[in-house]
């Protein structure tokens, strides 16, 4: 076998790997490059792969950063299946779409204004791109066997973090390669808790907060503090917000603290048509997170349903006291930006960063302190309150992650950290060798290593050979 590292290398997006053996080519993944330009312009490079070769790809989950690189992958003429599971096909239809939306509007507001060196600015991919990439979807249920050929075969194993997040399982020519994709947190508030991994020969895992341990905090009363403090000054929250996850979290907290009086009865907006279409699937997936149908009703009504612009626009002209959650997570496009701008400069409002904010996004810039931010070519000063909750993150920490890799009973015979900022991704093949003394290398982007099979294997039967005692049961 032979793996090619073609993105979430020496960085913590662009989820892109490519793997070869038995005859066959499969992409893990096919996820957007975000953060610092030189990272964002790799998306508009030529893959450096012919994509009239690849078999399959297969989707760990549906997060832009694991799936938005697709719509552009169809463009280019794949034409084969993308397998995933069915939280991730859902989840999928509405941010493939989004994200080709939001392009093609932002490509028309650089247009109007003169905000690109580029005449005309054009979106990465459009809503056909996109509309041809989701018929491509092949959904499997979790832990179903698919056969790729007579040597091959993999499963989806539950990974937390958000619907339909998998960790790819694959037998190739007889030796076993995991994917970790990203973990969830074992005590996550909605998802439920990864399943660990059992036999690995190969392993490649993620490394988000690989140098981080999230703070042992209530995040209910984290935000009862902060909503309290910010009212009190008549101040506005602004919330940043990932449209799936992250927001169904909040919405939960929400709920829970205006129904036990913890919270003031003020006005919550969620500025996201995407966020809003994801909170219903809540309702589909019942089996797949820890909420009872009431809970994932409520959810849907903790805050008023902003779909349109102009109803987004009249926000813009309300006072506080009120909390308005919007894409993106990161700050770097979407509908939150607009509010950054109107409410960043009032020193009674407050800045909410409920995620990961990746080195070049502008949540990071206003994560480390920068007293203006860049929005649509001006600079915005930020005299409101930035407070960052780590407590609501959907990803493991480290020691959740050594956690979850305890019950690999054998070494791997070579483990691959990726996913993660350089300082992460060092730290985490640091605390792995450390805690069980495996094999463990950070690759490079584009780095090519080769993965000896076993030999004389037939692999006659490689759904068998993955079912064996590969996957250990959890909740």
């Not at 330009?37 to 690849?54: E, S």
């Not at 397998?83 to 989840?91: A, H, I, N, S």
């Not at 309290?228 to 939960?252: K, N």
């Not at 009032?346 to 904010?357: S, W």
Request: aromatic share 6%; charged share 20%.
């Amino acid at each position: 076998m032979k793996l090619t590292f073609l993105g979430a290398a020496e960085t913590v997006t662009g989820s892109k790997y490519l793997l070869e053996g038995a005859g066959l080519r499969i992409l893990i993944d096919c996820g957007l490059f975000q953060g610092t330009k030189n990272l964002r312009l790799h998306n508009w490079c030529a893959l450096p792969i012919d994509v009239g070769t690849l078999d399959a790809v297969i989707l760990t989950h549906a997060h832009l950063d694991h799936s938005g690189y697709l719509p552009v992958l169809a463009r280019m003429g794949y034409r084969g299946p993308v397998y995933c599971t069915r939280g991730t096909r859902d989840l999928c239809q509405i941010m493939l779409r989004d994200s080709a939306h939001l392009q093609e509007e932002e490509a028309a507001y650089a247009n109007r204004h003169g905000l690109s060196k580029h005449h005309p600015a054009l979106p990465l991919y459009t809503l056909d791109d996109a509309e041809h990439a989701l018929e491509q979807l092949q959904p499997l249920d979790f832990d179903q066997p698919k056969r790729l050929n007579d040597h091959a075969c993999f499963r989806l194993l539950p990974a937390g973090h958000i619907l339909g997040a998998a960790s790819v399982v694959l037998c190739v020519e007889g030796k076993v390669i995991a994917f970790s994709g990203d973990i969830g947190r074992p005590q996550d508030p909605i998802m439920r808790a990864p399943m660990p991994l059992a036999h690995v020969d190969y392993l490649v895992v993620e490394s988000t907060y690989g140098d981080r341990l999230h703070e042992n905090a209530d995040p209910a009363a984290e935000l009862a503090d902060l909503f309290t403090t910010t009212f009190r000054r008549g101040g506005i929250v602004v919330m940043p917000c990932f449209a799936v996850g992250r927001a169904q979290s909040i919405l939960h907290y929400i709920a829970q603290l205006k129904a036990t009086g913890r919270m003031a009865n003020v006005p919550v907006f969620l500025d996201s048509p995407m966020a809003t279409s994801v909170t219903q699937l809540y309702r589909h997936h019942v089996g797949e997170h820890r909420l009872s149908s009431t809970e994932a009703n409520a959810i849907s009504s903790a805050a008023q349903l902003v779909r349109t612009v102009d109803e987004s626009k009249a926000i813009l002209a309300r006072h506080g006291p009120m909390v308005i959650i919007a894409g993106s997570g990161m700050a770097t496009g979407g509908r939150v930006v607009h509010h950054l701008k109107a409410f960043a400069p009032d020193h009674r409002n407050t800045i909410a960063l409920v995620g990961y904010q990746a080195a070049g996004t502008r949540g990071a810039a206003l994560a480390a302190g920068a007293p203006t931010v860049k929005i649509h070519g001006d600079y915005v000063r930020v005299r409101a309150s930035v407070v960052s909750l780590s407590s609501l993150s959907a990803h493991a920490d480290y020691a959740e992650m050594l956690a979850w890799l305890h019950s690999i009973p054998e070494p791997p015979q070579r483990t691959f950290v990726t996913h993660g900022e350089p300082a992460a991704a060092d730290a985490m093949r640091r605390h792995i060798e450390e805690t069980y003394h495996w094999r463990c290398e950070v690759p490079l982007y584009l780095q090519a290593v080769d993965l000896p099979g076993a030999a004389g294997c037939s692999c006659a039967d490689p759904c068998a050979e993955v079912a064996n005692g590969l996957a250990v049961k959890s909740e």
